[in-house]
């Protein structure tokens, strides 16, 4: 089980991999308790096994702007990641952990990139 502040690096994405995704969010979910995960319509996110203790709700299609994680990838791509030299992939993947690592140290910034008028939690 994935411990808090943790996260799964994948080379490729696919059906395993978002299965892998999401079995780990149902491990964090208390017993008793159901999760909803709202996630875009990308195939290889419909082709997961979903855990008894998830429901996804997808997003409409084409709509990039009601999916707060697109301002993430792209603050993290702008900020961190591009126009940059990489060897290898072990060199794109310690990159990525280590902007994600950073990004994640800051709450307040991930309310201001995430954040979305009509997704308030107080």
């Keep these: 089980m994935l411990e808090k502040g943790e996260a799964i690096v994948v080379t490729n994405v696919g059906g395993q ?67 940059r030299i990489f060897f290898n992939l072990e060199d794109i993947i310690n990159a990525c952990c280590h902007a994600w690592n950073l990004f994640c140290e800051k709450g307040e910034l991930i309310k201001t990139v995430a954040g979305c008028k009509y997704a308030i939690i107080n």
């Design 17 to 83: 991999a978002m299965t892998e995704h999401l079995k780990a969010i149902s491990q964090r979910i208390e017993q008793g308790h159901h999760g909803v995960i709202i996630m875009d319509q990308a195939a290889w996110h419909k082709v997961a096994q979903i855990p008894d203790n998830l429901s996804i709700i997808y997003l409409p299609a084409y709509s990039p702007e009601l999916n707060p994680i697109e301002n993430v990838w792209h603050y993290l791509k702008s900020h961190y990641i591009s126009n």
